[in-house]
């Protein structure tokens, strides 16, 4: 299998979404009574420039690893912070012709709902690089005669512009190294037209030499082997961007500054409809981990984990239908709960991808705290969607893009002005006279009297729930520092030092979970398969 890939569109939910979406209303800054609390990202330590350069603190100890020894932390489609309203050329696997019309008929399709579907990171480039991110999913495609990153639809800006942001990151932190892997969609294997569709052989070169010619200086040389030249060797020469690349030859016509991305191995357990499998997946790879990366070292392959997931296919159709108010809410909702298979979810259907990577997130944080707390592997590189702030993975339920939530919400009865809501809920004094229905699809009839409404009440959670967040960074980095430490034995203080301090920054964002149906989490939801030592 190929995992990592793109999230495919079906084609009738494109006919279905070509109706203006209605922006949801900011719930924030109505009624001046009881507010929802304003929740932003919450801070796991005192020392929050560490994952900055996390290279730089911990190189004594690490200096003698391979990139193929190290396990760095990634983000799966790493630039979707920053799409536009334009669908790419290309966009849609299976389906240029249809991202082709798209295209150029953007502006007519309800932009909105699409942008919600493809977007899976909320931090820019430099604050994932801050954040501790050293392995970029950087996508890119030929469109608007340009070439712009996208996931669907494209970004705002052509991709040399967060390149040149790249650049000056790594110029600015002269002892940190970063893994790119360029590609259309997540495929190492797919070459010419099926990589890059009706974009000619002359465009893919001009973009490579763009491309050299921004990092020259910075690039490895592809003559100094990844399972032979030290992370320390690579800072000496200043060889700090390691670049993979789909369409090797094509792109680069075999330029010692790339790397062909078939030396990448990239799988993944993407099947959020599926968590039990997932799950099993998850230990059986990361226990056997250390057997297959020395395996691959030997090979001189880079082990890419995806920890991503899409919306499963058959939920498009009704959640597309709910998001543009159409057709019976609740029929939606429950079709949509369906897809994702979570026990006894019957009604809640995530929003947005965003809200499919914190669920997603929730569950997989079992798996990678597991993993670090029985010495099992890591791979190379993990990415995954909705990376916070502090190199953490938002868990909890509130969207990373906003700061507040009213992701479950009822209606009052028929009232002149805001009534006092239910315990657990808070007004918003924000009212409908027609369509209010709740988020379990309770539908009002609409007010007879013509200066009532029904009033809006929102679910107020405990912060942890909303914005918790687990040490992704923080972890990956441990495992390496901990790896370096049993098998190279540098300076046994500097050891103690530094994992005490990585212990207690994991220790400020653990592993936590709670049972909340109603948005998809479940304590005690997989069951957690038996743990048993790492195959050496």
Excluded at 400 to 417: H, I, M, Q
């Amino acid at each position: 299998r190929v995992h990592g890939g793109s999230r495919t569109f079906p084609l009738l939910v494109m006919l279905r979404v070509c109706i203006p979406f209605l922006l949801l209303i900011n719930i924030s800054a109505a009624f001046p009574g009881a507010r929802l609390p304003v929740l932003r990202n919450l801070d796991p330590s005192p020392t929050t420039d560490f994952l900055e350069t996390w290279m730089q603190s911990t190189m004594n100890i690490i200096q003698n690893f391979t990139l193929l020894d190290l396990s760095l932390p990634g983000s799966h489609d790493s630039m979707t912070y920053d799409l536009s309203s334009v669908v790419a050329d290309g966009g849609i696997d299976d389906h240029p012709e249809l991202a082709q019309i798209l295209h150029l008929f953007s502006e007519e399709v309800s932009i909105d709902w699409i942008i919600q579907q493809s977007q899976t990171q909320k931090l820019s480039i430099l604050e994932q690089l801050n954040a501790g991110i050293r392995f970029i999913d950087f996508r890119i495609m030929f469109t608007s005669q340009d070439w712009f990153c996208l996931h669907f639809v494209q970004t705002k800006s052509p991709a040399l512009t967060y390149l040149e942001m790249l650049k000056q990151w790594l110029l600015d932190h002269p002892s940190e190294v970063v893994v790119l892997w360029l590609s259309r969609h997540g495929n190492e294997q797919a070459v010419g037209n099926d990589q890059y569709p009706g974009v000619s052989v002359d465009n893919k070169r001009m973009f490579w030499n763009k491309f050299t010619t921004l990092f020259a200086g910075l690039l490895i040389d592809e003559r100094f082997s990844l399972n032979t030249t030290t992370i320390g060797d690579l800072v000496k020469n200043n060889q700090r961007l390691v670049v993979f690349v789909s369409d090797y030859e094509e792109m680069t016509n075999h330029s010692v500054n790339a790397i062909n991305s078939f030396q990448l191995e990239n799988y993944g357990s993407e099947n959020i409809s599926d968590e039990p499998l997932s799950i099993q997946e998850e230990f059986d790879t990361l226990r056997n981990c250390t057997t297959h990366t020395t395996a691959n070292k030997e090979r001189n392959v880079f082990f890419l984990y995806s920890m991503a997931n899409g919306q499963p296919s058959d939920s498009f159709v009704p959640s597309a239908e709910m998001a543009l108010a159409g057709g019976n809410v609740l029929n939606n909702r429950m079709q949509c709960a369906a897809t994702y298979n979570i026990s006894n979810n019957l009604y809640w259907c995530p929003p947005t991808l965003l809200d499919v990577g914190q669920v997603s997130n929730f569950y997989k944080q079992v798996s990678l705290e597991t993993a670090y707390n029985n010495k099992w592997g890591f791979p190379n590189a993990i990415y995954l969607d909705a990376i916070d702030q502090k190199g953490l993975t938002r868990t909890g339920s509130q969207n990373l893009l906003k700061d507040s939530d009213c992701s479950e919400y009822v209606w009052t009865s028929c009232s002149s002005d805001q009534p006092t809501c239910d315990d657990g809920y808070v007004g918003t004094g924000e009212k409908q006279h027609f369509d209010a229905v709740d988020t379990d699809g309770t539908s009002h009839d609409f007010c007879v009297w013509e200066w009532q409404n029904h009033y809006k009440c929102c679910r107020v959670l405990p912060a942890v729930q909303l914005v918790s967040g687990y040490a992704y960074a923080d972890t990956l980095v441990a495992h390496n520092v901990r790896k370096a430490c049993e098998t190279i034995q540098p300076t046994p203080t500097e050891c103690s030092l530094t994992m005490s301090l990585l212990e207690s920054r994991r220790a400020a964002a653990p592993l936590v979970r709670w049972d909340d149906i109603l948005v998809g989490r479940l304590s005690t939801w997989p069951p957690i398969p038996p743990v048993t030592p790492n195959a050496q």
